[in-house]
């Protein structure tokens, strides 16, 4: 399976701040995702990372707050914008890394504090 | 949407016993299945997976059965062993770029 990559793997950031999280991946992979995992929860999906074309948001999610970047098909990066304390979580990458394959693989994540 | 729902949310067993996880989901359009095995900080990582064309997997001590009619998958773990400890998440997807619905996970603790 493909190797993803996550940077930063942890951070923490001041309320009102933004922090971009980037997802390399060492091949090119047709679907990339993002999702969001807050403390002893479950993996929410925020948005599909679209390779030259705006991303697809889940509800509770809008551009404003998260805008993702795709450029190309190795990489992505995720903005948490405007941050407060709920933004606290685990955001992680994952991939479909062959195509027409089902199966999703994830980076190894991005646990953010919010103070 | 689908809405995929898991059971237990805990569960422990002794080393060696045999452990299983359901989960259940909404959406008959669902067709393909896989869990993964989520270590304390760690990524999840996939363990194992079904589509809807089969209705049972065995890959060593774990296995993973489809229901269709009824809507619901299960994880099996034989022979448990302290390593087995770690939370499990089911999901369903509609195939193949479509994206995963999970359950609510398992934390799974083997006693040894």
């Known amino acids: 399976s493909a190797v993803i990559s996550q940077k930063p793997s942890r951070d923490i950031c001041q309320r009102g701040t933004s922090l971009t999280i980037q997802c390399q991946v060492d091949?090119?992979?047709?679907?990339m995702f993002w999702y969001r995992q807050q403390p002893g929860q479950s993996l929410t999906l925020i948005a599909t990372?679209?390779?030259?074309?705006?991303?697809?948001?889940e509800s509770g999610f809008v551009i404003d707050k998260f805008p993702i970047s795709r450029p190309n098909l190795t990489f992505s990066t995720l903005t948490v914008s405007n941050m407060s304390p709920e933004d606290s979580s685990i955001y992680l990458c994952?991939?479909?890394?062959?195509?027409?394959?089902?199966?999703?693989?994830f980076g190894p994540g991005t646990r953010l504090l919010v103070l | 949407g689908e809405n995929v729902e898991q059971h237990p949310s805990t569960l422990s067993v002794q080393e060696g016993d045999s452990a299983v996880i359901k989960c259940t989901y909404s959406?008959?359009?669902?067709?393909?299945f896989p869990w993964y095995k989520q270590e304390l900080g760690k990524r999840p990582q996939l363990i194992i997976d079904?589509?809807?064309?089969?209705g049972e997997k065995k890959d060593q001590r774990i296995a993973v059965t489809l229901n269709k009619t009824a809507k619901h998958f299960s994880l099996h773990i034989t022979e448990t062993q302290p390593e087995d400890s770690a939370v499990y998440f089911c999901?369903?997807?509609?195939?193949?770029?479509?994206?995963?619905?999970f359950g609510t996970g398992t934390s799974l603790t083997v006693i040894p």
């Open positions: 994952s991939v479909n890394d062959l195509a027409g394959a089902e199966t999703q693989y």
């Open positions: 091949s090119q992979v047709t679907m």
């Open positions: 990372a679209n390779q030259g074309s705006e991303a697809t948001y």
């Open positions: 959406d008959s359009a669902s067709n393909y």
């Open positions: 079904i589509r809807s064309n089969v």
């Open positions: 999901a369903a997807s509609i195939g193949t770029g479509n994206q995963f619905y």
